[in-house]
């Protein structure tokens, strides 16, 4: 298994912003790509960043954006991911709405994972006999989750089928997540986490220690690819920067 890549910057603007050029440059010599993306607070910094900056640089007709996971709500709802996305970033750039492939939130959560795992067996191509991403975002909660695969449901890293319905621990809000096969089969995954709530499970996972085996993050690791993390100081510390 290789080492993950750690990356940490001062804050997390500067997370954004580093983690746009290293998608820019690594899009460039791409014909197509397959991206997941993730909601959060770091990746609404990151859309704004690309909006503004790279709405031009790259060639968005390349890319085909799926989500790692969506809560059960309408796409208009302030909690839908893909809305916020729509929000900040895919409106101001030139990607055709069939490269867009959008969680129906609003729909019924069984049939709803059961149709977007067929959406992503046609258009991701495989590899291991699964679906595999080229690129996978992901976030981390201050609880260790990932996507939606919380601690109290890591039978979810395991599951059969590319897609699942998950509760909200506290909520009980449904939602359509990723199955840890899946997530792991991804030619790149690139985890982007910043705060200093996240730091105690930053630190247990990355030195395997206390109850990092019951973080879902800690469960993250790309079975051919490539492994990133993109922190700030908060949540990274000072660990000295590995690339």
């Known amino acids: ?30 014909e197509r790509a397959t991206i997941a993306l993730s909601g959060g607070s770091t990746p609404k910094l990151l859309f704004r960043h690309l909006a503004d900056l790279y709405r031009d640089r790259i060639d968005w007709s390349k890319v085909h954006f799926f989500w790692g996971d969506e809560r059960c709500v309408p796409p208009d709802h302030e909690e839908s991911n893909y809305g916020m996305t729509r929000e900040l970033l895919l409106q101001y750039i030139a990607i055709p709405e069939g490269n867009v492939h959008r969680i129906r939130g609003e729909a019924d959560p069984g049939e709803e994972a059961q149709r977007y795992g067929e959406v992503i067996q046609e258009f991701v191509p495989k590899a291991n006999g ?11 909660g201050d609880d260790g989750h990932t996507a939606s695969i919380f601690p109290d449901q890591l039978e979810l890293l395991k599951a059969e089928g590319p897609c699942a319905v998950a509760s909200h621990p506290e909520s009980g809000q449904q939602r359509i997540t990723l199955t840890g096969p899946v997530i792991n089969n991804a030619g790149l995954i690139s985890f982007l986490v910043t705060g200093a ?10 030195q395997k220690k206390g109850n990092w085996e019951n973080y879902p993050a800690a469960h993250i690791q790309p079975e051919r690819g490539e492994l990133h993390w993109f922190l700030d100081e908060e949540a990274g510390g000072r660990r000295e920067e590995e690339s």
């Open 1 to 30: 298994m290789n080492q993950p890549d750690i990356h940490i910057h001062p804050d997390k603007q500067r997370v954004a912003e580093a983690f746009a050029l290293f998608l820019a440059y690594w899009l460039k010599p791409r």
């Open 130 to 140: 699964r679906p595999a991403f080229d690129l996978m975002i992901l976030g981390m």
């Open 197 to 206: 709530d996240k730091a105690p499970r930053i630190e247990e996972i990355f």
